[in-house]
């Protein structure tokens, strides 16, 4: 069965300093891979995407299939990156749409 | 264009009520997902819907059930309310629905079951 694990809950930086919200992944197929953030009273929204190779924000994430990982790192956090991060994973064998989510890491950075 | 819309934002019911959250998709989506959001288990997939047809089903009982239009916008229907299924109820829509895409959230309903 699909899991993904973020094992941190709570995560503090200080400004300035490298971010790295780890991810792993269980998933017997080739899987789509996301980051969805979730800023203080905004909706959820999409972040990042492993397809793309895309850098939003200065976040990055690359998708690691030996590790089974999809790590998401920033180099220099900075305060307005405080938030919900979850990393979902979606494939054609759990259906199109089908969104699976890890339970999220809450990234306070700290000035 | 406008985002997804849900209404109402929040509810209160009583146990054994039944309840019907709506979801009006981003204009030429045509997928629309449900999520249930708790702080115990977190984002679960309920359905997704596309075309007018359910084609994907999460890991939730027959109490929790969903309906599309012809013009995209979705209901889901919550019958015999029991007090676990107080939860933020989250809808997504895409345009095709395939795994690639983004999907874009609307802002939720806070449902509270006493």
């Known amino acids: 069965a699909q899991r993904v694990t973020q094992p941190e809950k709570l995560l503090s930086v200080f400004k300035g300093a490298p971010v790295e919200l780890k991810c792993n992944y269980s998933?017997?197929?080739?899987?789509?891979l996301f980051w969805y953030v979730q800023y203080s009273r905004q909706r959820l929204q999409l972040l990042l995407r492993?397809?793309s190779r895309e850098s939003i924000k200065g976040f990055t994430a690359d998708l690691n299939k030996g590790e089974t990982s999809f790590h998401l790192k920033k180099p220099f956090a900075q305060e307005e990156d405080s938030a919900m991060y979850y990393c979902a994973l979606s494939g054609r064998r759990t259906g199109a749409n089908n969104l699976f989510f890890g339970t999220g890491t809450r990234l306070t950075v700290i000035p | 264009k406008a985002g997804v819309t849900q209404t109402p934002r929040y509810l209160i019911k009583t146990r054994g009520q039944q309840v019907t959250l709506s979801c009006s998709p981003i204009?030429?989506?045509?997928?629309v997902s449900w999520y249930q959001q708790t702080p115990g288990q977190g984002l679960q997939f309920l359905f997704e819907?596309?075309?007018?047809?359910?084609?994907n089903k999460g890991n939730f009982p027959g109490r929790f059930s969903g309906r599309q239009f012809s013009n995209s916008r979705s209901e889901m229907n919550v019958s015999t309310l029991e007090l676990g299924d107080s939860a933020l109820y989250l809808c997504a829509s895409s345009w095709r629905g395939d795994v690639q895409e983004t999907q874009y959230f609307g802002p939720g309903t806070r449902l509270l079951v006493l």
């Open positions: 819907y596309f075309s007018e047809t359910q084609r």
């Open positions: 492993h397809i």
């Open positions: 204009s030429g989506h045509r997928s």
């Open positions: 998933y017997s197929g080739s899987p789509e």
